[in-house]
T-cell receptor, first 111, second 114 residues
Framework: GQQVMQIPQYQHVQEGEDFTTYCNSSTTLSNIQWYKQRPGGHPVFLIQLVKSGEVKKQKRLTFQFGEAKKNSSLHITATQTTDVGTYFCAGREQGAQKLVFGQGTRLTINP | KAGVTQTPRYLIKTRGQQVTLSCSPISGHRSVSWYQQTPGQGLQFLFEYFSETQRNKGNFPGRFSGRQFSNSRSEMNVSTLELGDSALYLC?????????????FGSGTQLSVL
């Protein structure tokens, strides 16, 4: 079945450093979504990418969808303590309805 | 608009018991999905309901079941609890069911099986 792998599992950075998490699917995706879960909280939708090669920005966050629609990345520029949390990618295989989540990347920041 | 509401927030059970978790979606949302979250395992899909019909099912044993009512509220049941069932169970709702729907999660039910 469809698998979505996310790396790294953990990332610790100094405040102000950049951060990137990568998401890879075993199959071609119809779209990819990103969610953020703060410590003790629940996942919150960040963004959805649909088109091959799509790039979207939200302030310091840049999201990319690969040309083959099998991988994606989230890059945070100049991290802040408010960025702490676990970032999940989630993708739907083309023609399927089930949304499959990656294992998440837990970001911690040293102020 | 109220968010997704899950009850109870915390639950402690012993092995062999059964448990029922409840989820009230955002008003107007007709799709409800359930996920199991354990440390290091991410979010494992349990099932999705839309208009009282199960649309998708994950790879969980038959001890895990669910249903959706006509008002879109959903319940999840786990019978014959095992220690490994200890997890955060998250419910998520969306307006419709389809590839472009984004999920709105509840705060979850933290289940501990002793």
């Amino acid at each position: 079945g469809q698998q979505v792998m996310q790396i790294p599992q953990y990332q610790h950075v100094q405040e102000g450093e950049d951060f990137t998490t990568y998401c890879n699917s075993s199959t071609t995706l119809s779209n990819i979504q990103w969610y953020k879960q703060r410590p003790g909280g629940h996942p919150v939708f960040l963004i959805q990418l649909v088109k091959s090669g799509e790039v979207k920005k939200q302030k310091r966050l840049t999201f990319q969808f690969g040309e083959a629609k099998k991988n994606s990345s989230l890059h945070i520029t100049a991290t802040q303590t408010t960025d702490v949390g676990t970032y999940f990618c989630a993708g739907r295989e083309q023609g399927a309805q089930k949304l499959v989540f990656g294992q998440g990347t837990r970001l911690t920041i040293n102020p | 608009k109220a968010g997704v509401t899950q009850t109870p927030r915390y639950l402690i059970k012993t092995r062999g018991q059964q448990v029922t978790l409840s989820c009230s979606p955002i008003s107007g949302h007709r799709s409800v999905s359930w996920y199991q979250q354990t440390p290091g395992q991410g979010l494992q899909f349990l099932f999705e309901y839309f208009s009282e019909t199960q649309r998708n099912k994950g790879n969980f044993p038959g001890r895990f079941s669910g249903r959706q009512f006509s008002n879109s509220r959903s319940e999840m049941n786990v019978s014959t609890l095992e220690l490994g069932d200890s997890a955060l169970y998250l419910c998520a709702s969306s307006f419709w069911t389809g590839p472009n729907e984004k999920l709105f999660f509840g705060s979850g039910t933290q289940l501990s099986v002793l």
